[in-house]
Every structure is written in structure tokens, then in C-alpha cells.
């Protein structure tokens, strides 16, 4: 049992009536993410936590029991139409022995919400409530059940000027009977958040030049508007109306990004004399920092108002909990926390009932969220008890020992065509905890053994996979990140020799992790912890490593955030000590890349043996540098030499490319040329590189599909594609001016394919045989695309 850390030394505030005016500095998140414990209620002594968002199955409400001492999973409930990425239980709302769960991105984000039933201890669906509107409305943002009406905001009605539609159930059957409309029809996310007491509602627009609220009352037939709320004190960015909730007849409003995402929260009450909303007060965290997010989330608490804050403490999160003196001013405050760590969000979210708390920590595991179960125990100290996590995490089971052909399109559940499914590990299967993504691979031939290993980078290390035998892939071990490093979504590594050299994008002080491979002999059975034989700290955190093994040199690209970054160009290294590498030079151009510093994200070098006579036998360089490709002479690492570079009018963000193994064609991707609606389909750029100083575009290759391209890689006259949501791309290059699609392997089948950055991420084609790929929430895949 843990306890919780409590009661600060209280402060007392003034009622603010001023406005105040804030810095005009970056928002922070004033949202949960979306995981487990990104809605939360108590019900009749039940605990309801909502996952909206697994990848791989729809949207789950969890019902916990207390049984003795602990918390068990009794129930979940999902819609009996239920599709990934339908966001069932984002929202929900309960009353009685009923529960009201909103699910905005089903049926194509129209929206849906769907109404349980308890009975005799079980939970029957019993009404799903929807619109006729084919228009994207986002129906089941928000949800209030109250008795036999069911109040469903959809702030994508009409046009995005939004509305909250009203049901009513008769004779077991729900019917809509009104249709609140935005009162400013010039469009605000209306319907965004909703909030009732009594004859009151409050509905939020929270987007509204810094948001709004709208007041309705309740005559007896039906909801009348009576007020338009706005803020004085919160500034037009602060999300105002992000939260509501009502109590003692007083509107409580979040703004989390109020003051640079410091927060705050607005108080209206209703003046007894003129029977209007006035702004009353303003609470705000005694001790509040820009990014705190005060205003998150809002709870009653016997009288008292619990607060979220869930970025407060480097991201940490805390309660702020407000006690009212005898003339009803909130003067008192403690801070709650518990013993929660940096990034886990502690108070995303908020459930109160007597002495029962639930408190969403919708950051843990990188945003797959838990839930902590506080009590209080007689002397009146809360104690968190438990940490509560779903279990939809366990979708993917490996597959293993034997082949999957590629048979009607499909092998096991994914989508093919032309290429085989060997084997598959599960993320948890090569040494990843909860929440944990992979991204990045290469791979290793151990000279002396013959035997093939996978090196797969994770959020937060790399794993090594022996795949000699591609039916049955073993994990040998995992390398955590360096100690002064943090978790990233971005790893890269590639091989010289027997050693391994490992960098992280946005990782702090993270350096090249330098791994003496021969350590995988080791292997006897358990999983080994490695340690780095090496960490090369001029570098800090780098976007990519690129190795040439004919010369023995490494060059880190798109370095930042200390040590020599060389303007985020080559920053390169001399492997002549493959344990002990050192700084050799910089290259950078400066006429490419989005910062004018010549940035290089990815970048292949070879001893160039080309058409080009002039080059032959040169170290080149080509890098993909944002804005075009950069071609450089890097022979002389004390004097390289900027060749040439090369761009197209369209292009979004120039990421990575390879040579064709004759070096007369460069095959080059564009990552967000689909995203931002520049294509429409997965494009590939050709580029004549015969003469080393004057690239020629040569073409542009298609794939009918809407995935963003990411990594490539070319073995012979076969190109391989890690193409995101719509998987391994197998692309034949006989002729390079007209390849032709042969074969895919969709990694990530459980979404319509779309620009974005799910799926794979990159793959490895130099084992005979295989071909190696990492899909990023999915696991590590052993392919076989039938190659002669």
C-alpha cells in the first residue's frame, strides 16, 4: 500500500474580479491522452474506467469490484457494432442501474451513443442513439443521463457549428425529441462538454475566442436558453469550458491553457437579486507553472472541489483540492499527490464517491494509461490502495513454429499478397513493457556462429532477436537507454563489424551507445541485460545513424540539444576503434533543410562505383535534408565537398532514400506529402544520379493507397517499402523508370489505410531468405516476399 503525499501549507485566495493578462507563450495539453482512464465514474460502489483507443480492438468500459482487498475486473463493455477507433467510452454518464457511453469516431466520426442496462448483475445494451446526418458530427463527444432523458453532444453538427441532441425513453424506447442549437452560428465546438444541477444545464464551446458557455433552464417541457457566459479572467487561448461541472448552484469551468497552459479554473454563481450568472471567482494552483494544466479535470468532494493538474511537476500531475471558509469563498488549498513519476499524468481524470477516489494517470506506460484507487481512512487521509490497468493489451499473441501463406489475401489477420508470414513477435514477447512502441531495426551476422540476429529499437532501448531460425525467433536480451537519456519515439542503429551503434532523437543527453555484439553468445536461455560497452557524448540526441562499412566511418544526422550537432548535418565518426569512436568532421548544406543549417534526416554512404567517372572510388554521401536532397564528396572528412542538390516543387519533407546497387538511380520518399493532401496516394521520387553533380528527376512512382511512405531500402532489383498503415510495399525496379508493385504485407489491417503514422516503420532485407520488419504497436515480423 502506498501512501499519499499530503497537505501542503494551506494559502488562502482572494475572490479575483480583474481581469489579468497572460504570456503569449506555447499551449500546453490540457487533455487526457487517450488510453485506459480516460473517463473514470463510481457507480453504486463500482469503479468504470473507460479505454477508448486500443489500437488493435474498439473502444471497452471496465467495471471493477472490490473483492477482500483488492480490485477485480468483473465486466467490460463495448458496442455490439464495435469498430477500432469508434472511441466507445471517451465519455460516459451514469444514473441508476444505466449507463450512457459516448463513441464520437464510429461510423466515420459521425458518432454514436450507446445506453447499458444492469440487471440481475449483468450489463445488457439496450439503445444505441445516433443521428441521420451522413456528415461528420463527432455525436458522442459529450453524454449526460438524467432518469429517462439522455442529453448527446455532437460538435460537428452542421458544419462544425455543433448541437446537443435530447432523447427521451417511453415505454422502454428512446425517441430524440430536441435538438439544442448553438446559439452563435458562427461555429464553436458547441456541445463540447456538458454539466447539469437541477433545472440547469451548461453546455461549453470551448474554442470560441477562448471559449463560451451557454446556460439552458429547464421549464418543465423543455430547454430554454437563458445566458452566454465568457470570461474575464481567462485569456483567449485558455480552452476556456475544456471541463464544467455544477454544484451548490455555481458553474465551475476549466481553462488549462489559460497563462502559457498554467490553468485555471472560473467560477460563476447566480446573483439572488437579478437572477443572472456572474463570474464569482477565479482558482488557480498556488504554486502553478506554465504546462500545469491546472482546470483538467474537476471533482466535488463532500464540499470540497478537487482539481486535476495532470502536467503539474514535470508532468507528474497532482490534485488541487479547495476548501470553502464560512462565508463560501474557496480560501484553503491542499496539493494531493501520490507517488506517481514524471510524464504519468496523475488527475487526467477524476471520480469522487465518499470515501472512494478514482484518479486517471492517463500518461503511464507512454500513454496507455492506468488508474489509481484512493480511499480515505478514518483520521480523513486519502491512500491510494491500487493501480488498475485494462487488459487489452494481450490482442496480439505470437505466432510461431509455423509458416503462414499468403493465401486469398490474407495471412492469419493481415492483409498480403505475394509474401509470406514466418513468424510474429508481440512487442511484450522481445522485451517491452506496457504501452511500449518499436520503431527503428538493422540487422547482424555473427561471423563466427553464421547465426542472425534482429536489433529492434523500442521507446526506451533496443532489442536483440536471434532469427537463425526464422520459424521459431528467440529473444536473447534488451539494452535499456542510456542513464542520461529519456524514452523516444525515435531509435536508430546500424552494425560495423561485431559492434552496434545506437542513437535517439529527443532524448536528452542520450550519446551513441556503442554494444559489443559478441555479447549475444552469451545467450543461455534468460533474457541477458546488457550494459553499453561505450557511449560516444559529442553527440546528444541524433535523428539517425548511418554507417559505411567499406570505409569504417559513422555519420550521425539530424543531431540537437548539445554536443557538436554540426548544424544537424553529418557529424562524422571514425570506427578505426569500432569501441572507442571519434569525432572527424562536419558536413553540413545550408541551403537545404527547414532551418537553413543544412539538417540531414537520413543519409546512405557509399564508395561510390557509379556512371559517373568523375566521382568513382569517392566516399559519397547522399542525404535526404527536408527540402531537397544533398550530395556531397565526403572522402576528406577535414575538407568535404558539397556536390550538388537536387528538389521537386511539391515536396512536404524530403526523409530518406537509397541507391540503386549500380548507383545510377536514387529512390527517395517523401513522409508528409499525403498527410498534408499534396498526393493522394503513397508516392516514391526517381532521381538520375549518373551525374553526381547535376541530379536529374527522373519520375514519380505510386502506390494506389493513401499510407505515408517512411523507410525504403533496395536488395537487387527489389525495393522494399515500410510504408506505415499500409505495410511492407515489395516493389520491382528491373526497370527503375517504370517499377512495378509485386507484393505487400500489411502489418497494421486493423484501420482503413490512411496518411498518418501507425504500422510499420521500417524493415531489414539482407538475411537470404527473410526480410525482417517492425510494425510500431504491433511487434517484430519475419516475412518472406518469395524471392528467387
Known amino acids: 500500500m502506498r501512501q499519499l503525499i499530503l497537505f ?336 504519468d499524468r496523475f488527475a487526467g481524470t477524476l471520480a469522487v464517491d465518499g470515501d472512494l477516489a478514482v484518479v486517471g494517470l492517463t500518461g503511464t506506460d507512454f500513454g496507455a494509461g492506468s488508474a489509481a484507487i484512493m480511499e480515505r481512512d478514518a483520521s480523513g487521509m486519502w491512500m491510494t490502495q491500487e493501480i488498475l490497468i485494462g487488459e487489452g493489451d494481450d490482442v496480439l499473441q505470437p505466432i510461431t513454429g509455423n509458416r503462414v501463406a499468403c493465401n486469398d489475401g490474407s495471412a492469419d489477420r493481415y492483409l498480403c499478397e505475394n509474401v509470406d508470414l514466418i513468424s510474429f513477435l508481440p512487442i511484450s514477447a522481445i522485451g517491452g513493457d506496457r504501452g511500449v512502441r518499436l520503431n527503428d531495426m538493422w540487422g547482424w551476422t555473427d561471423p563466427e556462429t553464421d547465426k542472425n540476429y534482429a536489433l529492434v529499437g523500442r521507446n526506451e532501448g533496443t532489442s536483440f532477436v536471434d532469427v537463425t531460425d526464422p520459424l521459431n525467433p528467440i529473444y536473447i536480451g534488451n539494452l535499456p537507454l542510456t542513464e542520461t537519456g529519456q524514452p523516444s519515439a525515435w531509435r536508430d542503429m546500424k552494425v560495423y563489424q561485431n559492434y552496434v551503434y545506437i542513437v535517439a532523437d529527443n532524448s536528452r543527453e542520450h550519446g551513441m551507445q556503442v554494444l559489443d555484439l559478441t555479447q549475444l553468445r552469451e545467450f543461455d536461455g534468460e533474457p541477458i541485460l546488457f550494459e553499453e560497452t561505450n557511449i560516444y557524448t559529442n553527440v546528444n540526441s541524433v535523428h539517425n545513424i548511418v554507417i559505411n562499412e567499406d570505409t569504417g566511418y559513422a555519420f550521425a544526422v539530424g543531431s540537437s540539444g548539445g554536443g557538436q550537432t554540426c548544424g544537424g548535418g553529418l557529424h562524422m565518426i571514425s570506427l578505426e576503434d569500432p569501441a572507442n569512436p571519434e569525432f572527424a568532421g562536419c558536413f553540413a548544406d545550408p541551403s537545404t533543410g527547414r532551418s537553413g543549417t543544412g539538417y540531414t534526416h537520413d543519409a546512405q554512404c557509399v564508395i561510390y562505383n557509379g556512371p559517373d567517372e568523375e566521382h568513382q572510388g569517392q566516399e559519397i554521401c547522399l542525404g535526404a535534408n527536408e527540402t531537397a536532397i544533398s550530395i556531397a564528396d565526403v572522402t576528406d572528412k577535414e575538407n568535404p565537398v558539397a556536390l550538388s542538390t537536387a528538389s521537386y516543387p511539391d515536396h512536404a519533407y524530403v526523409h530518406q532514400g537509397w541507391l540503386t546497387e549500380d548507383h545510377k538511380y536514387f529512390f527517395q520518399n517523401d513522409e508528409l506529402d499525403e498527410l498534408t493532401g499534396l498526393v493522394d496516394q503513397t508516392r516514391t521520387i526517381i532521381w538520375d544520379v549518373s551525374d553526381l553533380d547535376d541530379p536529374q528527376f527522373v519520375d514519380e512512382f505510386y502506390v494506389d493507397n493513401p499510407a505515408s511512405d517512411h523507410n525504403l531500402y533496395i536488395l537487387g532489383n527489389t525495393m522494399y517499402q515500410s510504408n506505415y498503415v499500409s505495410g511492407l510495399q515489395v516493389i520491382d525496379i528491373t526497370n527503375p523508370e517504370e517499377p512495378q508493385r509485386v507484393g505487400y504485407f500489411d502489418t497494421h489491417p486493423f484501420v482503413e489505410d490512411a496518411a498518418g503514422f501507425s504500422g510499420t516503420w521500417s524493415n531489414f532485407p539482407y538475411f537470404d531468405d527473410i526480410i525482417l520488419m517492425t510494425s510500431g504497436n504491433e511487434g517484430l515480423f519475419i516475412l518472406d516476399a518469395n524471392r528467387d
Do not use: C
Open 8 to 343: 501542503v501549507p494551506i494559502l488562502f485566495f482572494s475572490l479575483l474580479t480583474a481581469p489579468l493578462y497572460a504570456q503569449s507563450t506555447a499551449d500546453g495539453e490540457s487533455e487526457a491522452m487517450q488510453g485506459f482512464a480516460r473517463s473514470v465514474d463510481i457507480m453504486d460502489g463500482t469503479i468504470l474506467i473507460g479505454e477508448p483507443s486500443n489500437y488493435h480492438q474498439p473502444g471497452l468500459v471496465y467495471q471493477f469490484v472490490k473483492n477482500g482487498d483488492t480490485w477485480e475486473e468483473s465486466a467490460t463493455l463495448s458496442a455490439s457494432d464495435g469498430e477500432i477507433g469508434n472511441s466507445f467510452g471517451s465519455v460516459f454518464s451514469t444514473d441508476g442501474n444505466m449507463i450512457l457511453v459516448g463513441a464520437s469516431g464510429t461510423n466515420d466520426d459521425r458518432g454514436a451513443a450507446y445506453i447499458f442496462e444492469m440487471s440481475d448483475g449483468e450489463w445488457t445494451q439496450t439503445a444505441i442513439l445516433s443521428l441521420n446526418d451522413t456528415t461528420e458530427t463527432d455525436f458522442g463527444s459529450s453524454v449526460l443521463l438524467d432518469g429517462d432523458h439522455a442529453f448527446v453532444g455532437a460538435p460537428g453538427h452542421a458544419d462544425g457549428t455543433g448541437a446537443v441532441v435530447v432523447f427521451q425513453r417511453s415505454d422502454g424506447e428512446w425517441t430524440e425529441v430536441a435538438t439544442l442549437a448553438n446559439p452563435d452560428t458562427s461555429g464553436s465546438n458547441f456541445g463540447s462538454e456538458l454539466a447539469m444541477e437541477d433545472n440547469y444545464m451548461v453546455v461549453s464551446a470551448p474554442q470560441r475566442e477562448g471559449g463560451v458557455l451557454q446556460v439552458y433552464e429547464n421549464d418543465g417541457n423543455e430547454w430554454n436558453h437563458t445566458s452566454t457566459l465568457q470570461s474575464r479572467q481567462a485569456d483567449e487561448r485558455s480552452y476556456f469550458g475544456a471541463t464544467i461541472a455544477m454544484m451548490d448552484g455555481h458553474i465551475f469551468a476549466g481553462a488549462p491553457r489559460h497563462s502559457a497552459a498554467t490553468g485555471a479554473v472560473i467560477i460563476f454563481s447566480m446573483d439572488e437579486e437579478s437572477g443572472e450568472w456572474m463570474e464569482s471567482s477565479r482558482l488557480m494552483a498556488f504554486d502553478g507553472q506554465s504546462r500545469y494544466a491546472f482546470g483538467s479535470a474537476i471533482e466535488f468532494a463532500d464540499g470540497s472541489v478537487w482539481i486535476g493538474a495532470p502536467n503539474a511537476d514535470s508532468g507528474a500531475g497532482a490534485i488541487y483540492q479547495f476548501q470553502r471558509d464560512a462565508d463560501g469563498n474557496w480560501s484553503s488549498v491542499s496539493k494531493m499527490r501520490s507517488d506517481q513519476e514524471e510524464g
